[in-house]
């Protein structure tokens, strides 16, 4: 069988693609390593009747009505918006921060009126870099060092495996600081979970007619084997140079999975432990679906150096590698036989709705 595109991978970049080339009416081939589509969004329903995300907790949001509107078309969404607490100082917190985390931490009761002069004092004595070189800097130039110490330090130590000072400081552009009450994990307009789980919404993506799809097969593996004027790449971005200007960092989680013959188990679907306990969050699945058992299902996350690659490590020496990677990725691309796209491929730090914006926007280049 001839098919005009090749596509790596069956995750949210890929089958994206796979669905916008396939509507054009090109024959495409995606090729997966795994057992299951969806990559990293995989979810499944347990035997306790709960949706739990095999990698993780994933919440779709976004500003993009586009890519809202793409993803639309393969599912309804459940309305969800996304609470934290954060443990920290013997209490649950509301996290990110807003007036009434610091009322809480402080023992206080300012106004929102009053929040921005508050942070503005709790900065004025603390040091950093300004402009900010590093994630501690980022936040503390924000916030100061007692909320810093209070929520992220030790949290983005564990998460990350290092020090603070060794991060970009564009990973600390995720979490938002708010001076109003809005205690929401994210202020996006569209927010939501796909209310049949990710992997439907991937399978009924990649179900066309023009979409064939290999599972369990590593694409390293058949390369030879395949012929197609195009091959969309969504693996590890140094595997496909086979390592050529060293390893580049990919950070993992062990997700352990416990569930308990109670109906709930925290207040929201997310807890935060930035400073006790080795795991940094934990997951009461069923309360993104809203999900009734007379069970839960709760997911704890111990960050690991090695695994199943998750997260792009934002340190310097990553990023040096990744721009010279990036410049073979640019000249392949240039050929207009390649396409590389997603966390993993371009060494981004995506969020899923930002996976489907960039592959609609690379794809149409096609
Ligand atoms: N972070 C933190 N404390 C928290 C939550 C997040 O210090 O309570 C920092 C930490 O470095 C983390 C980063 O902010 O890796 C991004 O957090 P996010 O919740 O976006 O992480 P993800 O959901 O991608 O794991």
Redo the contacts with the bound molecule.
């Keep these: 069988m001839n098919y005009d595109v090749i596509i790596v991978g069956a995750g949210l970049s890929g089958s994206t693609a796979a669905r916008v080339l396939a509507e054009k009416g090109k024959k495409v081939l995606v090729v997966e390593k795994h057992r299951h589509v969806a990559g990293h969004c995989h979810d499944y329903r347990n035997e306790y009747g709960i949706t739990v995300h095999t990698y993780g907790p994933h919440i779709f949001h976004t500003n993009d009505a586009a890519a809202w509107k793409f993803a639309s078309r393969f599912t309804d969404f459940h309305f969800f918006q996304h609470r934290v607490l ?1 443990y920290a100082d013997g209490q649950l917190i509301p ?1 990110p921060i807003n007036a009434d985390t610091i009322n809480q931490v402080f023992g206080i009761s300012i106004g929102v009126d009053e929040v921005e002069g508050f942070l503005a004092s709790q900065v004025a004595h603390s040091s950093f870099n300004s402009p900010p070189k590093n ?1 501690r800097d980022a936040v503390v130039s924000q916030i100061g060092k007692r909320l810093y110490s209070t ?2 330090e030790e ?2 130590r564990k ?2 495996g290092r020090d603070p000072e060794l991060l970009s400081p564009e ?2 552009k ?2 938002p600081v708010r001076t109003n009450r809005d205690g929401r994990y994210f202020s996006d307009h569209y927010q939501g979970i796909p209310a049949r789980g990710y992997t439907a919404m991937i399978d009924s993506m990649l179900d066309h007619p023009n979409i064939s799809l290999m599972l369990g097969t590593d694409w390293f593996d058949i390369r030879e084997d395949l012929d197609a004027k195009t091959t969309i790449f969504t693996g590890e971005l140094d595997r496909f140079f086979d390592y050529k200007f060293g390893k580049l960092e990919y950070r993992s989680l062990d997700l352990v999975l416990k569930t308990l013959d109670q109906e709930s188990y925290q207040n929201v679907a997310v807890v ?1 432990y ?1 400073n006790d306990y080795d795991w940094t969050r934990i997951t009461e699945y069923k309360k993104f679906l809203d999900e009734k058992s007379p069970w839960t299902t709760v997911c704890f996350e111990y960050p690991k150096q090695e695994g199943e690659p998750f ?1 792009v490590v934002m340190t310097d020496d990553n990023m040096a590698k990744r721009d010279k990677y990036m410049q073979e990725v640019e000249k392949l691309e240039a050929s207009g036989s390649w396409l590389f796209i997603g966390r993993l491929a371009e060494y981004k730090y995506y969020n899923m709705d930002q996976v489907i914006s960039a592959t609609l926007q690379k794809v149409a280049r096609l």
């Design positions: 954060s996290f994630f929520f992220f949290y983005t998460q990350w990973v600390a995720r979490i935060n930035p997260y």
